[in-house]
């Protein structure tokens, strides 16, 4: 799928992103406390880039558990930015939202942490390569890289099996397992944890880990 659909695709979910993801993501919501406890646990005035920020589902978690922070939101649709923007009004004067396409704007530089919330299965396998290299240099020392994001086996029969289960998950929750399935084989680049891995390393990213895993959907992280 062109970048323009990907766009036009998500832009029609910035109002009910949430309740969608959980009826598509098994174990969505549980997910965020995984997140959560993945964050530092001594707050400080952290700089974060939440990349695909979506309506602001990463930053919340952020904002909880360090308040101290400030979160640079980024995302390709408008719409989602003025969703980001309402549910963190309470936030206000704490992030800076940014419209771009990550794939060729600048993601700026100078940060503690690095978020990517179901967002870089949407780069073709090459981009994903040379994302890693700009997540790399846009962190500070020590900092940490921290992705969900959709993945596949390396085995094609287990790969199989887990694509079988997420769609009789989706099923279960009302929904259409065919055309969501359909979307995704359009649109995404799902890659295995080994390659995600080397790419990292490739990057100069170290301490490399898979925190949560279930079917085809990973948390993961990496530091700097």
Known sequence: MKQEQVKKHFAKQ??????LMVKLVPHYLEQHQIIYNLLPEVDKSYRVLDL???NGILSELVFQKLPNSFVVGFDLTENMLNAFKK???DHSGKFELKLGDFRTDSIGKGYDIIMAGLTLHHLTWEEREKMYQSLYTALNTGGLFLARDIIIDEDQTVMKKHYSYWKKFMKSQGEDPEFWYSKHIEK???MTLTDHFAWLRKA???KVACQWRLYNFAITTAEK
């Open 204 to 206: 100069g990213f170290s």
């Open 52 to 54: 695909g920020c979506g």
């Open 87 to 89: 549910k963190l009004s």
């Open 188 to 190: 995404d680049h799902p």
């Open 14 to 19: 910035a109002d009910e992103y949430e309740k």
